[in-house]
């Protein structure tokens, strides 16, 4: 194979053109047949470390907060979870796995929803919803295009659902290596829980908006740890069911805040990880909504605290977290040495 550079030929009489850094990476493909998506490691999003607006989209704004390489929006009162999104179309085969990765911080407590999803009706999406702290971090979910894909598809986040500020950087987006699997998130920080006040919806579904409830699961001592379900909205919640967890006993449920409820479990010997699944119902709905179709894993010692020994001192201007690695160089001399 060649790599060639066109530049604009014919631009002006004596125009020179520089060109010096050449870099060139990826996985090698023997794959004739065209599919989109792209290889195993490949990185799908143009523009990825928000160098300029370029090639990023959404609700009203949304291109114009990015600035000195980083996504910022500021959502004043909360209201339906699109009506502040950022997005970035992508072709997305279907029913395939992918890793989205992002570094991302907030000055408030609270969540944002990450997914991949067709863009015109109907919509169909796989979503995460990821806590925020006030530090960087990076974020890994993975993702699977369940029955839907093709070449009007999208990376988006969405902001509106809780009022604060929320902060974007090093956005990837790469088809799964065989084996990986779907659903989760790795927040990149093995003490911190992903389910802090995070907000969720029936089955990660953010078009059913009246499922919406905040979600807490977190470490409390050796043997413990606690889930609680508050409202999202007004609409106060009256059910909260656990499922799975097996081995933890339940203990009482604590409905000493209004419209909210919580629920220890215990066990003899602290496990690793936990896998369960949550239920809950709000005062307005007859049935139950549930977490997933099926049940979540969880570290059993994550916290809610913030994680690490930080100190917690955040000045508001701290650079984001370094770019990650590079792929193995595939050119030779690209600095034109030689």
Same mark, same amino acid.
């Given at each position: 194979?060649?790599?060639?550079?066109?530049?604009?030929?014919?631009?002006?009489?004596?125009?020179?053109?520089?060109?010096?850094?050449?870099?060139?990476?990826?996985?090698?493909?023997?794959?004739?047949?065209?599919?989109?998506?792209?290889?195993? %490691?490949?990185? @799908?999003?143009?523009?990825?470390?928000?160098?300029?607006?370029?090639?990023?989209?959404?609700?009203?704004?949304?291109?114009?907060?990015?600035?000195? %390489?980083?996504?910022?929006?500021?959502?004043?009162?909360?209201?339906?979870? =699109?009506?502040?999104?950022?997005?970035?179309?992508?072709? @997305?085969?279907?029913?395939?796995?992918?890793?989205?990765?992002?570094?991302?911080?907030?000055?408030?407590?609270?969540?944002?929803?990450?997914?991949?999803?067709?863009?015109?009706?109907?919509?169909?999406?796989?979503?995460?919803?990821?806590?925020?702290?006030?530090? =960087?971090?990076t974020y890994t979910v993975n993702l699977?295009?369940?029955?839907?894909?093709?070449?009007?598809?999208?990376?988006?986040?969405?902001?509106?659902?809780?009022?604060?500020?929320?902060?974007?950087?090093?956005?990837?987006?790469?088809?799964?290596?065989?084996?990986? %699997?779907?659903?989760?998130?790795?927040?990149?920080?093995?003490? @911190?829980?992903?389910?802090?006040?995070?907000?969720?919806?029936?089955?990660?579904?953010?078009?059913?908006?009246?499922?919406?409830?905040? @979600?807490?699961?977190?470490?409390?001592?050796?043997?413990?740890?606690?889930?609680?379900v508050a409202p999202a909205t007004d609409?106060?919640?009256?059910?909260l069911v656990i499922a799975g967890a097996?081995?933890?006993?339940?203990?009482?449920?604590?409905?000493?805040?209004?419209?909210?409820?919580?629920?220890?479990?215990?066990?003899?010997?602290?496990?690793?990880?936990?896998?369960?699944?949550?239920? =809950?119902?709000?005062?307005?709905?007859?049935?139950? =909504?549930?977490?997933?179709?099926?049940?979540?894993?969880?570290?059993?010692?994550?916290?809610?605290? %913030?994680?690490?020994?930080?100190?917690?001192?955040?000045?508001?201007?701290?650079?984001?977290?370094?770019?990650?690695?590079?792929?193995?160089?595939?050119?030779?001399?690209?600095?034109?040495?030689?």
């Amino acid at each position: 194979d060649v790599v060639m550079v066109f530049p604009a030929w014919g631009q002006g009489a004596g125009a020179v053109y520089r060109i010096d850094n050449v870099t060139f990476s990826g996985e090698a493909s023997n794959d004739d047949e065209g599919d989109v998506g792209g290889e195993a %490691g490949a990185e @799908l999003l143009v523009n990825n470390g928000f160098d300029s607006a370029d090639n990023w989209g959404g609700t009203d704004g949304m291109a114009e907060s990015i600035a000195n %390489g980083i996504f910022s929006a500021d959502v004043a009162v909360a209201g339906n979870a =699109w009506d502040v999104s950022l997005k970035q179309n992508v072709d @997305l085969m279907v029913d395939t796995a992918y890793v989205l990765t992002f570094d991302a911080r907030s000055d408030d407590s609270r969540s944002v929803i990450a997914g991949l999803g067709l863009d015109e009706a109907p919509w169909n999406n796989v979503i995460e919803t990821v806590a925020l702290t006030t530090e =960087w971090v990076t974020y890994t979910v993975n993702l699977t295009t369940n029955g839907f894909g093709g070449a009007n598809n999208r990376v988006f986040f969405d902001m509106g659902a809780e009022a604060g500020q929320v902060e974007l950087d090093n956005v990837s987006l790469v088809l799964a290596d065989a084996g990986e %699997g779907d659903g989760g998130v790795d927040p990149g920080n093995d003490g @911190l829980s992903a389910y802090c006040h995070a907000q969720v919806f029936h089955f990660g579904n953010s078009d059913i908006a009246n499922s919406a409830a905040l @979600l807490t699961i977190e470490n409390v001592d050796a043997t413990t740890m606690k889930i609680t379900v508050a409202p999202a909205t007004d609409d106060l919640i009256d059910v909260l069911v656990i499922a799975g967890a097996h081995g933890g006993t339940p203990g009482a449920q604590d409905t000493s805040v209004a419209g909210t409820i919580s629920q220890t479990l215990s066990w003899d010997s602290a496990p690793t990880e936990v896998s369960l699944n949550i239920l =809950w119902s709000h005062e307005s709905f007859e049935g139950n =909504w549930q977490l997933s179709e099926s049940d979540v894993t969880v570290p059993f010692a994550a916290s809610c605290s %913030g994680g690490g020994d930080e100190g917690g001192n955040d000045e508001g201007g701290e650079d984001p977290a370094p770019e990650p690695e590079p792929s193995a160089e595939l050119l030779g001399n690209s600095s034109f040495d030689s």
